[in-house]
Antibody, heavy 122, light 106 residues
């Protein structure tokens, strides 16, 4: 059974930094493309970014609102995905979900973690 | 970015009802359309890919159709466990974008 468990959320002041972790199990993590998707309170879903498997280059892509501030990385030896968030803004307040990313007709998000709540407020 | 809209934003229905949710893309996305279900307080669950193909384990009362810019998700006979919010997502171009959701309420 695929499991994704996020941690590291919390309350942070604007301009601050936070790192989220996502521990994966139930599949071969090193082979998987992984994404972060966020959901602001009472709002819809927004893709944050992805990291490809090392076999596919290990490169990252980001949504425009977070590009240059957020960094996605992975440690395949620990089956762990990371999201480093810098220069946080109040509009970054959201639940951040770690997801596996598959591909058929374009990218799809087939397994999701429960999410980590990040609140950016002074 | 491709904008996704959904209608209605919410609907009230009863167990056994047939429910249809519409998703529209701001430009043609062929069949690059996925659907997700999110129950209150839970993570989203992947339901349908390529507009009409059910993910393994998804009950057959769910179906999807459409191509181009107009898509529908239909629940043929609503069950108690189907009360949730449903999101569409396009995978035609980057970044992948989601619709705002349709809440199905009792």
């Amino acid at each position: 059974e695929v499991q994704l468990v996020e941690s590291g959320g919390g309350l942070i002041k604007p301009g601050g930094s936070l790192r989220l972790s996502c521990v994966a199990s139930g599949f071969t993590f090193s082979n998987g493309w992984m994404s972060w998707v966020r959901q602001a309170p009472g709002k819809g879903l927004e893709w944050v970014g992805r990291i490809k498997s090392k076999a596919d280059g290990g490169t990252t892509d980001y949504a425009a609102p977070v590009k240059g501030r957020f960094t996605i990385s992975r440690d395949d030896s620990k089956n762990t995905l990371y999201l480093q968030m810098n220069s946080l803004k109040t509009e970054d307040t959201a639940v951040y979900h770690c997801t596996t990313e598959g591909y058929t007709y374009g990218p799809l998000f087939d397994y999701w973690g429960q999410g980590a709540l990040v609140t950016v407020s002074s | 970015d491709i904008q996704m809209t959904q209608s209605p934003s919410s609907l009230s229905a009863s167990v056994g009802d047939r429910v249809t949710i519409t998703c529209r893309a701001s430009q043609s996305i062929n069949s690059y359309l996925n659907w997700y279900q999110q129950k209150s307080g839970q993570a989203p669950k992947f339901l349908i890919f390529a507009a009409s193909t059910l993910q393994r384990g998804v009950p057959s009362r769910f179906s999807g159709s459409g191509s181009g810019t107009n898509f529908t998700l239909t629940i043929s006979s609503l069950q108690p466990e189907d009360f949730a919010t449903y999101f569409c997502q396009q995978g035609y171009s980057s970044p992948p974008t989601f619709g705002p959701g349709t809440k199905v309420e009792i």
